[in-house]
């Protein structure tokens, strides 16, 4: 396995307790709910999310294996194309496709999103299952989602699939000249 993936590995929390994992995993879906819901605005994203913890996180070596060795990757939201946030990006020295590189009409490369939205449908579907006065309620969501995620646990196979398929992901978004791929 090369450092990179190794350092995706790592960066997915295969080093933390069981507490800061669902953590770590809430946040990332918050992060996501909130940037897909227009409440992040370019300077929110920059200062908060990336000042404050994807560059801190991707420099500290408890977090990745190889600091600089770690790719940000982003899905070409407003707030991550904006050439104020490439430049942050830049002057930290963290490695990062860039609008340059990164495919105008790709499929969605990044593996973290094929799996939030794996959680994001069990969760859906197990809440529509709910009945009762407490159905919408935060723990019940909670409880949804912390069983969602220790099923994802002992799925390796699923997370060593999806990290192995990338070469053929980029290749077939290359044959396709970055136009829409089966994947």
Same mark, same amino acid.
């Given at each position: 396995m090369?450092?990179?993936?190794? =350092?995706?590995?790592? $960066?997915?929390?295969?080093?933390d307790? !069981? ?13 996501k709910?909130a940037?897909?819901?227009?409440a ?6 920059r !200062?908060?999310?990336?000042?404050? =913890? ?7 070596? !408890? ?6 060795e770690?790719?940000f ?6 707030? $991550?194309?904006?050439?104020?946030t ?10 990062? /496709?860039? =609008?340059?590189? /990164? ?6 490369? =990044? ?15 197990? $809440?529509?299952?709910?009945? *009762? ?16 995620? !220790? ?7 699923l997370?060593?699939n999806?990290?192995?398929s ?9 044959e396709?000249? *970055?136009?829409?791929t089966a994947?």
């Amino acid at each position: 396995m090369s450092y990179k993936t190794l =350092n995706f590995i790592k $960066m997915a929390g295969t080093y933390d307790s !069981e507490k800061q994992r669902v953590i770590d995993r809430l946040k990332c879906i918050a992060f996501k709910e909130a940037r897909d819901s227009g409440a992040w605005d370019g300077g929110y994203f920059r !200062e908060k999310i990336l000042t404050e =913890n994807v560059i801190p996180f991707l420099n500290d070596p !408890e977090n990745v294996l190889v600091v600089g060795e770690a790719v940000f990757l982003h899905d070409k939201a407003p707030c $991550m194309r904006a050439k104020a946030t490439q430049q942050l990006l830049k002057q930290s020295g963290v490695e990062f /496709w860039g =609008n340059d590189i /990164w495919p105008g009409n790709s499929p969605d490369l =990044n593996p973290a999103e094929h799996i939030g939205a794996i959680i994001k449908d069990e969760v859906e579907a197990r $809440m529509l299952e709910e009945r *009762g006065k407490g159905r919408y309620s935060y723990e019940t969501l909670k409880i949804n989602l912390i069983s969602v995620l !220790e099923g994802l646990e002992d799925r390796t196979d699923l997370f060593e699939n999806l990290l192995c398929s990338y070469p053929s992901r980029l290749k077939a978004v290359r044959e396709a000249h *970055g136009q829409h791929t089966a994947y």
